[in-house]
C-alpha cells in the first residue's frame, strides 16, 4: 500500500556530488520524520541523516558539512545531496519514513526503500 522508491545513486569519483530522491507513494495520510540510512562493504547499517516534517535535520558525524538532506512536504519526497564525497561513502543508501496510512491512521508505521547503490572511487 505504501512504497518508497529511490534514485540518483551510481559511480562517482572522489571529491564529486551526488544527488539521491526518494519519493514516497500509495495510501498515506501523513508523513512524519524521513531518512537516510547507508549499508558499506562488510558494515551495519549507519543513520546519515534525517528530516522532521517542519524541517530541523540531523546528521551523522561523518557526513556534517558534505551533505545535505531536505524535503518536499507535498510530493512526500525526500532529498539527500551529497558534496565532496569520499571513497568511506560507498554503500547502498535507504530512505526510510514515518507514515501514517489511510487505512491505519492511529499511529506511524517504518517504512524502507529498496537501496540504491553510491560507489565512490579514489
Known amino acids: 500500500q505504501v512504497q518508497l522508491v529511490e534514485s540518483g545513486g551510481g559511480l562517482v569519483q572522489a571529491g564529486g556530488s551526488l544527488r539521491l530522491s526518494c519519493a514516497a507513494s500509495?495510501?498515506?495520510?501523513?508523513?512524519?520524520?524521513m531518512a537516510w540510512y547507508r549499508q558499506g562493504p562488510g558494515k551495519e547499517r549507519e543513520l546519515v541523516a534525517v528530516?522532521?516534517?517542519?524541517?530541523?535535520?540531523n546528521y551523522a558525524e561523518s557526513v556534517k558539512s558534505r551533505f545535505t538532506i531536505s524535503r518536499d512536504n507535498a510530493k512526500n519526497t525526500v532529498y539527500l545531496q551529497m558534496n565532496s564525497l569520499k571513497p568511506e561513502d560507498t554503500g547502498v543508501y535507504y530512505c526510510?519514513?514515518?507514515?501514517?496510512?489511510?487505512?491505519?491512521?492511529?499511529?506511524?508505521?517504518?517504512?524502507w526503500g529498496q537501496g540504491t547503490q553510491v560507489t565512490v572511487s579514489s
Open positions: 526510510n519514513a514515518e507514515i501514517r496510512t489511510r487505512i491505519i491512521t492511529y499511529r506511524y508505521d517504518d517504512y
Open positions: 500509495g495510501s498515506i495520510f501523513s508523513v512524519n520524520n
Open positions: 528530516i522532521a516534517r517542519g524541517g530541523s535535520t
